[in-house]
């Protein structure tokens, strides 16, 4: 129903910059909450920042005030703005969709009924490789 294809990873300097994008395809009238996630070498994975179908956000302690978030529903993109990259960001970053039962409420419009069952999509990852 969903698909979803991160880019923009590579490697970077500590204190520099990247931006990550995440094209999303198919029913996309069906998502509600997105998502990125990171997954460290030997660590569990961990949500970064969410965003809501209305813009709302919300970050991990570990970059807060040096992540940000946003997602272009006209285009169909979901983003990550990383600033201030610290080596312990390294990692490998997905994106994730979550789509809303058909019949459920999606900004005040009833999902039709190609959403059928509400589930999470990922995509495959990017990696992120900061260096000192």
């Known amino acids: 129903q969903v698909q979803l294809v991160e880019s923009g990873g590579g490697l970077v300097q500590a204190g520099g910059s990247l931006r990550l994008s995440c094209a999303v395809s198919g029913n996309t009238i069906c998502i509600t909450t997105m998502g990125w996630y990171r997954q460290a070498p030997g660590r569990v994975r961990e949500l970064v920042a969410r965003i809501t179908s209305g813009g709302r956000t919300s970050y991990a302690d570990s970059v807060n005030g040096r992540f940000t978030i946003s997602r272009d529903n006209a285009k169909n993109e979901l983003y990550l703005q990383m600033t201030s990259l610290k080596l312990e960001d390294t990692a490998v970053y997905s994106c994730?969709?979550?789509?809303?039962?058909?019949?459920?409420?999606?900004?005040?419009?009833?999902?039709?009924?190609?959403?059928?069952?509400?589930?999470?999509?990922w995509g495959k990852g990017t990696l992120v490789t900061v260096s000192s």
């Open positions: 994730q969709a979550e789509t809303a039962s058909a019949g459920t409420v999606i900004d005040g419009d009833l999902a039709p009924d190609r959403c059928g069952f509400g589930m999470d999509y």
